[in-house]
Each structure stands twice: as C-alpha cells, then as structure tokens.
Nanobody, 123 residues
Framework: QVQLIESGGGLVQAGGSLRLSCAAS????????MGWFRQAPGKEREFVAR??????YYVDSVNGRFTISRDNAKNTVYLQMNSLKPEDTAVYYC??????????????????WGQGTQVAVSS
C-alpha cells in the first residue's frame, strides 16, 4: 500500500510561486500515474494535473501556470505553481493511480490520496 505525504503549501501573494512536493512510499512508484487534485472551501475536489506514461495533463485553469513533474529515484512528485491567483486557494492533494487508467479527471480513478497541504493566495 502506498502512502502519500504532501508538503510545500503556504501563504503567498498573488503572482507568486510555490512548489508542492509529494513523497510516496511503495516499491512500484515508478509504475503509477501520479497527480494532484485540489479542494477550495465549500467546493468539491477538482482535478489539477496528472503525469503518466502517455503524457502530462492539466485542468484548463492552471495550464501554462502549473507544472507537474516526478523524480522516480526519490519517489517524489512535484507541482510547481507560478503566477498564482486567489482562486488557486485550496487544499491540494497528491494522488496515485495504480493501474494507469483512462479516467484521468475523476476522483474514482485514484487509489491513494495524501492528507493535503494548504495553499492560500492573497490579493
């Protein structure tokens, strides 16, 4: 079973940057699709980004501003967030898809979830 632990969240001014990290346990990390969801207060969780064997995918609202990457040797996935906006304020969750399924944008596709890290963007 995989455990995911996020870090790197915090408070930042609009236009600033943060880099989130997700450290994963498990011997088969390199075979998993990895991604990020987020949940703003009072809203449902939404897909943010994913990296898998076929490529990299982003929700339209972050495309061009956020970059997902992974370092399999370190069992770590990253989310570099630039040009942050107040609407990016949310708890960000690291997720893992064990079978590399095609339902990339659905919560149900992912087998493992981290506890979340808070990102707050002030105006």
């Amino acid at each position: 079973q995989v455990q995911l632990i996020e870090s790197g969240g915090g408070l930042v001014q609009a236009g600033g940057s943060l880099r989130l990290s997700c450290a994963a346990s498990g011997r088969t990390f390199s075979n998993y699709a990895m991604g990020w969801f987020r949940q703003a207060p009072g809203k449902e969780r939404e897909f943010v980004a994913r990296i898998d064997w076929s490529g990299i995918y982003y929700v339209d609202s972050v495309n061009g501003r956020f970059t997902i990457s992974r370092d399999n040797a370190k069992n770590t996935v990253y989310l570099q967030m630039n040009s942050l906006k107040p609407e990016d304020t949310a708890v960000y969750y690291c997720v893992a898809d064990r079978i590399n399924g095609l339902g990339r944008y659905k919560e149900s596709q992912y087998d493992y979830w981290g506890q979340g890290t808070q990102v707050a963007v002030s105006s």
